[in-house]
């Protein structure tokens, strides 16, 4: 059977659970003899002979488990109990690790069903969940205000994260190890809220949850769980989680994408106003153009609806380029533009000089590159650090740098309009148009109602003040002729007048004398 040839890490975390940890490590032994199968016990500095009855245990009943015993030197609390073991599983390559608490609370015969789905690729992670069966929780004897406090908390982190978990605080869960790996658990919480953060960190990184009702079990057993600490705790990073979407906050534990991956601000922005849509309206059909940064094909795709050639640059090789007449690999910050700017009607710099060292090298070389005298427009756009949002931040003493939005990780340089026109009037372009674009609400809460509204909010605050209200930065420039061009034109236009100098002479020396 496939499921045996699997490796399955049984993690009990235990503290001052004397009473109960010999029966549940028993019934864990008789439940899952069928699997490939070691039992890991980690006593987190109890304070009674927790350990002590594990090794008796051992001692008197040979186990037909490897068990594995470890003991904290110092507490590490229930999150950081996890995270050791968890560190257990990677290390030993393990397949799937399932958590079960030492105190009794979590039935360890419901570990075969709770395999199932692991063992099978069905999900990279399994939860129990008590909430699944109406009213068997109060039934079985869940106080009433933990009950309606659970149901209460879990719809409200549902609604914050998206999801549509039936709880988010049961401790009996079962892991995916490869999935596990992907995750930056060990930056997570040592206290209770953990169980919230590695959900929030499967959510984020679009691994399968998959939930399986479980009994309910409230007996005599010990428990350390603060509860109203523990609610606002569990609130506090589903919230911390949300606001990092809206590069508002940003924390590590919660960077768990690739940059191009699941990342609102890089989706396509063609249904409102956006440095997309402007771009497209000011490009004429037809037309040739550069763009710079197109590995999501997003604007391209759209010029080729408007007939126009376009020619893509960027860093990183794409895998589809069947929408370019041309694609050229080039990182901006080694080299010269790459190709000669002249030939282009338009080129396009949509959120690409932020992540450069020196956008002025990069405005100085495509107006230098630019050997014939075609009528070439720059379109240009860039986060506007001075936005309400980061300025109210910068007040509270918060200069949060995030995955994406103004303060991206990525971003090696921020503007303001009044610096953006600088760098474009310095590097000899004529700025022609300057607009505040609004904030992308439609993607952070949704194109629906609260969306269209707060984006028409925004956009009637740009007109009293874009440079407090406008999320974006959006210009169309040309560049000014060189000295060397203009020095190329007047040795032209010197040849040309000394040749119709040369005319008119001729021509009048030939006339008859009257």
Known sequence: MENTRKRVLIFVVAYNAERTIENVVRRIISTI????????????????????????????ERTSLPLTMLYNPQPQGYGGNQKIGFHYAIQKKFDVIALVHGNGQYAPECLPDLLRPVLTGEADAVFGSRMMRGFDAIRARMPLYKYVGNRVLTAIQNRVLHSSLTEFHCGYRLYSVKALARLPF?????????????????????????????????????????????????????????????????????????????????????????????ALQRVRPGAKVADIGCASGYVSHALNEKRCTVTGVDRFPIADATHL???????????????????????????IVEHLRSPERLLDSIRHSRTKGSDLKVIFSTGNVAFIVTRMALFFGWFNYGARGILDLTHSRLFTFSTARKLFEQSGYRIEEVRGIPAPFPLVVGDNVLGRFLLAANKLLIRFSKRLFAYQIFMVCSPLPTLQWLLEKAHEASREKLRAEACATTVGSEEPVA
């Not at 699997?35 to 500095?45: A, G, H, P, R």
């Not at 109203?228 to 809206?246: C, E, T």
């Not at 080039?330 to 190709?339: A, E, K, R, T, Y």
């Open 186 to 278: 060990d930056r997570n919480t040592d206290d209770f809220h953990f169980d919230t953060e590695i959900i929030i960190q499967l959510l984020r990184a679009g691994l399968r949850i998959k939930e399986l009702p479980i009994p309910t079990y409230y007996g005599d057993e010990i428990r350390y769980v603060k509860g109203i600490n523990y609610a606002f705790q569990a609130l506090r990073s589903s919230l911390l989680s949300r606001a990092q979407d809206y590069g508002i906050l940003y924390q590590r534990k919660f960077d768990v994408t690739q940059p191009w991956e699941n990342n609102p601000l890089y989706r396509p922005k063609s249904t409102f106003e956006s440095p997309h849509t402007l």
């Open 33 to 60: 003899a069928e699997y490939e199968t070691e039992v890991l016990i980690i006593d987190d500095s109890s304070i009674d002979r927790t350990f002590g009855k594990i090794s008796d245990l051992r001692k008197k």
């Open 325 to 351: 007449l041309e694609f050229i690999q080039s990182d901006l910050d080694q080299g010269d533009f790459p190709v000669d700017a002249g030939i282009f009607d338009y080129i396009l710099l949509l959120d």
